[in-house]
């Protein structure tokens, strides 16, 4: 620099006083990788299924064939089967998730809380396919015994009830209901922690119940995250496959009723895409599994921004 | 005076109504493990079940070992590829990450999070199976990378994020590089945190079956060759649970509880790293 000086050169007032962060700049192309992943794999599943979307076209969505053999393909009964199996599991998983929640967002009970947390941690840890071992020989053939069998026997006369068999819709459902109460509970108790304390303490000081401050100001100050935590819960639901494809009894139909064997998107891909030979066939699986992504694409990106904004909300 | 016992009396009903909802939620774990360890015990209990590979059907003295050997090197390159990127894109979350393109970031992470899994697979499979028409470890380890790298990413940030400011500024007072402040100061002080998220997205890793489906495939040798199919032990439970002999079943029972241990270990680990950091948070 002296010797530049020294020697006449002008010196350049650069516009940028601070070097540029090259650090900053680097793990930003890092932290790309996630969303930029996310966009490949979306684009690829459209680019393998793309021979299934011209050859079908929308009429791929209400179809309810599904044969390799006269390559006549239908998503409808795997739709049917996802989105049935997710509700019942929504159904089943809700009034649980958010008592549990409840009751880990409570102050005291200490112990009561480390031991139910633990327990739901460790619930959210098990391998789905652990669950699906499990559910294939155990509670398949206990709900079977004990509940499809009586229910179906006492309302022969009602179509969806009728018919129990040990691998169904029923069983999926309610397999699944277990492995979503962890993500529903850790963020119903998240949302609900969320809620300023004050308004909690205001109602106490009124002379209000736990249930009444329960009830009437907690969980309606968190009903949209707790809402989020539903979708978010359903979006598990709707992707999960192993568990369901070992006890939802793979019968690519509408059931007729909840006890009888059904089908899911994900599962027709896990048991059929090895399998699958030409071009047209494989393509068709590829699109049941783009169906899939796009159904959880939207219901996540839906409940997190309900997510966030309630913590937002809370935030301030 | 009835107004207000009936008020008392619905509060009561209803808060034992949410304790007793929670031990509900508790019930289906207990029974999960339950069954796992006593249907399982009598498979782990040969210790060929951890020196052999599969054997026909009637054969005695089959084992697991191929499976093991597989699960530890799908989730093993995985982890090599999955761990670094995620710290690193969650420092940034955690250092920068006030900005539009920061908040784009975490929904993608959170939303990839949500993904289906089997879905994941096809991917996988479009990009390095159907290319070379061979299944193979590593197009797996692709897979669980992908499942990997959003969960480290956000359990890094949080860590990254829970380092209190004044240890970033006296570094940057001393007039170190931001990097080096990052990398040297923040990063090892937050280490128990990032440790915790690298081994629950291990955990996770592990137990996937359905990204392996049509990546890894499965094979019934030992392989140390990740080029070529590879076995995994969730494999052998899908495959086993579902065939009608019973001598595979008790095997997939057997493979069931060594992922469940596996899983259990890990999570225990984590917990106690994750205590280590709090009460280390607290000294800062």
């Known amino acids: 620099m002296a010797a530049r000086a020294e020697a006449g050169a002008p010196l350049r007032v650069t516009s940028n006083p601070s070097p540029p962060d090259r650090y900053r700049l680097v793990t930003l192309i890092v932290a790309l990788t996630a969303p930029v992943a996310l966009i490949v794999i979306v684009y690829i599943l459209f680019q393998q299924a793309w021979a299934s979307v011209t050859h079908f076209g929308l009429h791929f969505l209400v179809g309810t064939d599904w044969n390799p053999v006269t390559l006549d393909f239908g998503a409808l009964p795997g739709i049917f089967g996802t989105v049935t199996t997710s509700l019942l599991a929504l159904a089943l998983a809700l009034p649980v998730g958010v008592a549990a929640a409840l009751v880990l967002a409570e102050q005291g009970h200490e112990r009561v809380r480390g031991f139910v947390g633990t327990g739901i941690e460790l619930l959210a840890a098990i391998p789905s396919v652990v669950y699906g071992i499990w559910a294939l020989y155990v509670l398949g053939p206990w709900t079977f015994e004990h509940i499809e069998s009586p229910v179906s026997d006492r309302f022969s006369n009602v179509g969806w009830l009728a018919q129990a068999s040990p691998r169904s819709l029923f069983t999926a459902g309610l397999i699944l209901a277990v492995m979503i109460l962890p993500t529903l509970t850790a963020v119903s108790r998240d949302v609900i922690r969320a809620v300023p304390r004050g308004m909690k303490e205001n109602s106490v000081a009124l002379g209000a119940t736990w249930w009444e401050t329960t009830w009437q100001v907690i969980l309606p100050a968190a009903r949209s995250g707790i809402f989020g935590a539903t979708i978010l819960g359903l979006g598990r639901a709707l992707g999960e496959t192993i568990a369901v494809t070992m006890v939802i009894g793979n019968n690519y139909q509408i059931p007729p009723s909840i006890f009888s064997p059904a089908y899911t998107l994900a599962s027709v891909i896990a048991n059929e895409f090895t399998e699958a030979t030409g071009a047209l066939y494989p393509a068709a699986l590829v699109e049941l599994g783009l169906v899939l992504i796009l159904v959880t694409l939207v219901v996540n990106i839906v409940a997190l921004l309900l997510v966030r904004s309630t913590a937002a909300r809370a935030a301030i | ?284």
């Open chain 2, 1 to 284: 005076m009835t107004r207000n016992l009936r008020r008392r009396f619905t509060d009561r009903l209803a808060f034992s109504g949410a304790y007793a909802l929670t031990g509900v939620a508790l019930i289906p774990l207990a029974l999960v493990l339950f069954y796992t360890a006593s249907r399982g015990l009598p498979a782990i209990s040969h210790t060929e079940f951890f020196t052999n590979v599969e054997r026909p059907v009637g054969v005695p003295g089959a084992g697991v070992a191929h499976a093991i050997v597989g699960t530890l090197i799908l989730v093993g390159i995985a982890s090599v590829a999955a761990i670094p990127i995620g710290v690193l894109g969650g420092i940034y979350l955690a250092e920068y990450g006030t900005n539009r393109i920061a908040d784009g970031i975490r929904l993608g992470c959170d939303v990839l999070i949500g993904t289906p899994s089997i879905a994941i697979g096809l991917f996988a499979y479009a990009l390095l199976v159907a290319p070379f028409h061979h299944f193979s470890g590593l197009s797996g380890s692709a897979a669980l990378a992908v499942l990997m790298l959003p969960i480290v990413m956000r359990t890094t940030e949080s860590a990254v994020s829970l380092i209190p400011g004044g240890l970033r500024e006296s570094g940057l007072a001393l007039g170190l590089a931001r990097w080096r402040v990052s990398l040297q100061l923040i990063l090892p002080a937050a280490a128990p945190g990032v440790v915790t998220g690298a081994l629950l997205s291990v955990a996770r890793a592990s137990g996937e079956t359905a990204p392996l489906l049509f990546t890894g495939f499965g094979n019934p040798f030992l392989r140390f060759d990740p080029t070529q199919p590879m076995a995994a032990l969730p494999l052998i439970v899908y495959h086993f649970a579902l065939l009608p002999y019973p001598s595979l079943q008790e095997q997939a029972w057997g493979a069931a509880l060594v992922l469940v241990i596996l899983v259990l270990i890990i999570n225990l680990v984590s917990r106690y790293v994750l205590r280590r950091q709090i009460r280390l948070a607290g000294q800062l």
